[in-house]
């Protein structure tokens, strides 16, 4: 357990922010790759705005299209999570006993290995799906907190410490990412906590780094993160 685990994250106000990271030629495209892709955010409002929010796409279209996209839905009922690619709903209808509760992290990691696609949240096994898909090779952009070809689809809330790898996740290895003692770096990596500015740096492995723009006006917040009580945020 980390108690008060002191974090600066990027808000995102669910109109028009995000982080722009650009069309994809190299290894973000995750093409026919295993991979693990993990991240904490913080929902505003689980109950408002759009239904199908972006967390994270890669993608030429709705259902992500050409990539890959973790979903925040809105739907009455304090939000679900899912997994899309390419065109096609992966891992859907998830969420914590209770539901998600608003202004609080929650870490959420979606891995897969050519047989099984499973997502983690805050370390616990979540979803599951009997799968083969692996991303295509389509090289059309990708954006945190929003889709990349359209508005409409904002997140409203806190992303922070986005990672992308290349290869999938144990159950051992999805409880150690969440209690934050995973000790590899990741492919690409997007700790979304520079404070200021509006670069959003890559800090992976990768020869092809793919560093990020801050658009429309994205902010940052202070606060502290607990793994297994609410956290704050200034």
């Excluded at 008060?4 to 028009?16: P, V």
């Excluded at 026919?32 to 994270?56: C, E, M, T, V, Y």
């Excluded at 070809?149 to 806190?158: A, C, S, V, Y």
């Excluded at 790898?165 to 770096?185: K, N």
């Amino acid at each position: 357990k980390v108690e008060g685990k002191a974090l600066t994250s990027l808000a995102f106000d669910g109109d028009d922010d995000f982080v722009e990271l650009g069309s994809q030629s190299g290894d973000l495209r995750l093409y026919n790759s295993d991979a693990a892709i993990s991240l904490w955010f913080r929902p505003h409002d689980g109950d408002a705005g759009d239904q199908h929010k972006r967390l994270i796409d890669k993608s030429s279209g709705g259902s992500a299209v050409g990539g890959y996209a973790i979903l925040f839905h809105t739907d009455g009922t304090n939000g679900r999570i899912s997994g899309y690619m390419d065109n096609a709903k992966i891992l859907g209808d998830i969420e914590p006993t209770g539901g998600f509760v608003d202004n609080r992290f929650y870490h959420v990691l979606w891995t897969w290995d050519g047989t099984n696609h499973n997502m983690y949240l805050d370390g616990v096994l979540a979803g599951t799906a009997s799968n083969s898909a692996r991303p295509p090779s389509d090289t059309r952009g990708m954006r945190i907190g929003s889709w990349n070809h359209d508005t409409g689809r904002e997140f409203d809330g806190n992303i922070r410490d986005v990672k992308i790898f290349d290869y999938a996740f144990s159950a051992e290895q999805a409880a150690s990412i969440y209690s934050g003692t995973y000790p590899q770096t990741a492919l690409h990596q997007y700790k979304l906590d520079e404070g200021s500015g509006t670069a959003a740096t890559d800090l992976g492995t990768s020869s092809t780094l793919v560093n990020g723009v801050m658009t429309n006006g994205a902010t940052y917040t202070n606060g502290t993160l607990d793994l297994n009580e609410e956290s704050s945020t200034a």
